[in-house]
């Protein structure tokens, strides 16, 4: 009779939580099978809530990955996304139109307050730089009100962006969208947009600002964080309601406005165009950081990055840029909140590409080397670097291996970077080639 071969188990993945305090990550890896380690342990995948330093992706090892990549707070913070916006306006006059107008304060103070001497009134939402949830948020409509809520405020880090005044309203209420990105490599750069995601409501009917309704914040801001504590808030009870509430799903918001007879899927193609041209912006410097701490023969796959992107609509369903968050809120106290993420977490696992297989065949690899460096064996002790042919041969191989699996294992997930089309990819890489030369020419003041 056959013996029957025993099946070989999985090499175990460790997957290091020591900083992440989201409970929905860890149902995910429990259900993966994976192990639970802190930072002293040997981990295959690193995942926490707070961004990475040079040092810590500088002693990364080939088996291992991590959920950030250094130089992503270039559009995750509010004044360094204000500067980058800026700065590819000026090289791209009509690309860069969907963030509102802002000023860095206080070094721009002058040009903003020379904003409130027109007979027109504006409205400027004003915003710590290193804020979330909405705190320290301040609506303001003239000059003494802007120098008297700069004077309050406890951090000098503050950006003033343009107010939407004429946003887009369901039952009278306004809303912004947080739309999930996925970059799983910056050289060469590949983004991915999921297709479900949150509209988070204001809680009270929305009127244009005035000076008597400045300061009612559940009517003006759309964050979760301040919008629950309001009696008006509206729980989903059922991951099925998605839109009902004050939480809708994308899916559930994409269906109730087809059915208003609005073209969602042509402002939805617009939300990925400036999803891509945001990202663009800062590639030359995640590049940067990124190749010039790790050995040339990397792939290129060693960090990844999950973004959470809040965009609103205006009355023409013109989608505008409000900010980027780099650790996006995971919490899940509400059932439809639980069914997103927890997809969203496991679509994302799965397409970064943890291969038991591979980490196995590299860890023997590390064993060798040691042996070899143990017993005085120059082979595999004298590494010799590889030239720029074998780099680029390497390279494309990895490429190709990693596009075949991508299109097995996409999920939710749609890549928006690279594009199908030809003409609009060649768009997007003149815009690169623009911001990298924008990045050599600054590159001595850095």
Not at 218 to 223: E, K
Not at 350 to 358: K, M
């Amino acid at each position: 009779p056959k013996v029957k071969r025993k099946k070989r188990k999985p090499y175990p993945i460790s997957l290091n939580l020591s900083n992440c305090k989201y409970e929905v990550i860890r149902m995910v890896q429990k259900k993966l099978g994976w192990k639970e380690v802190g930072d002293d342990d040997d981990w295959q995948v690193y995942w926490t809530d707070t961004s990475v330093s040079i040092e810590r992706i500088m002693r990364l090892k080939r088996t291992q990955k991590i959920n950030h990549f250094t130089g992503m707070l270039e559009i995750c913070r509010k004044k360094s996304l204000a500067k980058n916006m800026l700065k590819m306006s000026k090289l791209f006059a009509d690309e860069f139109k969907f963030i509102p107008k802002s000023f860095i304060l206080p070094a721009e103070a002058p040009e903003f307050l020379a904003q409130f001497s027109s007979k027109k009134k504006k409205t400027f939402i004003i915003k710590p730089d290193g804020g979330c949830q909405g705190k320290g948020i301040v609506l303001v409509q003239a000059a003494e009100q802007a120098m008297k809520a700069l004077e309050e405020l406890v951090t000098e880090n503050v950006v003033a962006q343009r107010y939407l005044a004429k946003p887009y309203l369901i039952e009278g209420r306004k809303f912004d969208m947080r739309i999930y990105v996925l970059v799983v490599s910056c050289d060469p750069l590949r983004i991915f947009i999921y297709d479900e995601g949150l509209a988070r409501f204001a809680t009270e009917v929305y009127q244009a600002p005035t000076e008597d309704n400045l300061d009612d914040v559940y009517m003006h801001l759309t964050n979760y964080a301040l919008n629950k504590h309001n009696e008006n808030f509206v729980f989903n009870e059922s991951a099925e309601d998605g839109s009902d509430g004050s939480k809708w799903s994308l899916s559930g918001l994409r269906e109730w406005m087809s059915a208003a007879g609005e073209d969602f899927e042509e402002a939805w193609r617009r939300i990925e165009d400036l999803t891509v041209k945001t990202l663009i912006s800062i590639q030359p410097i995640l590049q940067h950081n990124y190749r010039s701490v790790l050995p040339p023969e990397n792939d290129g796959f060693s960090c990844f990055e999950l973004l959470g992107l809040d965009v609103m609509f205006d009355n023409k369903l013109k989608p505008w840029l409000i900010e980027v968050n780099h650790s996006p809120s995971f919490t899940v106290d509400t059932p439809l909140d639980l069914a997103i993420k927890e997809e969203l977490i496991s679509d994302t696992i799965e397409l970064v590409g943890i291969d038991p297989r591979v980490i196995k065949k590299l860890k023997a690899e590390e064993r060798e080397c040691s042996r070899n460096r143990l017993f005085g064996n120059s082979k595999g002790f004298e590494k010799v670097p590889p030239t720029d042919e074998e780099l680029s041969t390497m390279r494309e191989a990895v490429l190709k291996q990693r596009e075949k699996y991508e299109d097995k294992h996409l999920g939710g997930y749609t890549r928006i970077y690279p594009p199908e089309d030809r003409e609009l990819l060649a768009h997007y890489n003149a815009l690169i080639e623009g911001a990298q030369k924008a990045f050599r020419e600054s590159f001595p003041s850095k």
